[in-house]
């Protein structure tokens, strides 16, 4: 895909969605970590219908930390990895409190060193939260950065660096939004929505679905 087809995809996501979000619902940093944390191989709405009753319990670092980790695995028991998750989200929790007084930290350094956090987590909160033109590549936009021919990469390292180096610097700060959200729903994993792509005639897909 050439810059000026780069330039006409984002501008057409854009105008479509000119102030795109997260679907995961929170009303604080520490949330959204928390959040970010359980998505892990789980849908927004999957996440969502646990934290919903958990944040209502436990909005706070100190809140959450007092429930202990069986408590919590009981109220994410419905998201996969849920005791896995409920041992970092609890070990996050209390590195957070003692390191950062309970504040999510603006330095990536610093959140890839939490329990449970990773380069795609730190990326969402470094965007969301700190404004950072971050892109956060998970398997909805890999699958669409190769599918397409936007930002063709081996792994989803090399789709993020590939990704900062030509989605125009204007459309940076969103572009994660815009790409994970289209790949959810038109350009979908097993069979894609061509018939419903504003994108279509820019993309290289060559298997292109019809009505």
Known sequence: MNPAR???????????????????????PYQLLVAVILSAQATDKGVNRATGPLFLAAPTPEKLLALGEDVLANHIQTIGLYRTKAKNVIAMTRMLLEQHGGEVPHDRAALEALPGVGRKTANVILNIVFNEPT?????????????????????????EAKLMKVVPAEYRQHA???????????CKARKPDCPRCTIRDLCDYRDKTEE
Do not use: C, M, Q, S
């Not at 780069?6 to 604080?28: D, G, H, K, S, V």
């Open 6 to 28: 780069r330039t006409e995809l984002f501008a057409r996501l854009a105008a479509a969605n000119p102030a795109p979000e997260t679907e995961l619902r929170y009303r604080t």
């Open 135 to 159: 892109i956060a590549v998970d398997t909805h936009i890999f699958r669409l950065a190769n599918r397409t021919g936007l930002a063709p990469g081996k792994d989803v390292v090399a789709v």
């Open 176 to 186: 994660h939004h815009w790409l994970i959200l289209h790949g959810r729903y038109v």
